[in-house]
């Protein structure tokens, strides 16, 4: 498995913008299909998005799409989310995860490697 550390999480405005860092250690990250996802209190967690192992993919929640993206840098063994036009409903705990699946996108299920999460909080 890969260890997974979340970072970048914050209290913005509506209208803001936060980018979170994953950084990943262990085995090449570069070997993972990394995602993002995300769980608000009392909510199922869901997907935020998802990238390939080379970067060259990826795929959103409609509820992000336009305003979040996914990138990676495999040279930094690391997964960013830019986040932008922030809402009060994308307060949620962040958790970057990892799947050796040859599935693209994997189902949550196939995620193997899971960082402890970072609190994101919208303010209106």
């Known amino acids: 498995q890969v260890q997974l550390v979340e970072s970048g999480g914050g209290l913005v405005q509506a209208g803001g913008s936060l980018r979170l860092s994953c950084s990943t250690s262990g085995r090449t990250s570069s070997s993972y299909v990394m995602g993002w996802f995300r769980q608000a209190p009392g909510k199922e967690r869901e997907s935020v998005g998802t990238?390939?192992?080379?970067?060259?993919?990826?795929v959103y929640a409609d509820s992000v799409k336009g305003r979040f993206t996914i990138s990676r840098d495999n040279a930094k063994n690391t997964v960013y989310l830019q986040m932008n036009s922030l809402k009060p409903e994308d307060t949620a705990v962040y958790y970057c995860a990892g799947s050796r699946s040859i599935r693209f996108p994997p189902r949550i299920t196939d995620f193997d490697s899971w960082g402890q999460g970072t609190q994101v909080t919208v303010s209106s």
């Open positions: 990238i390939s192992r080379s970067g060259s993919s990826t």
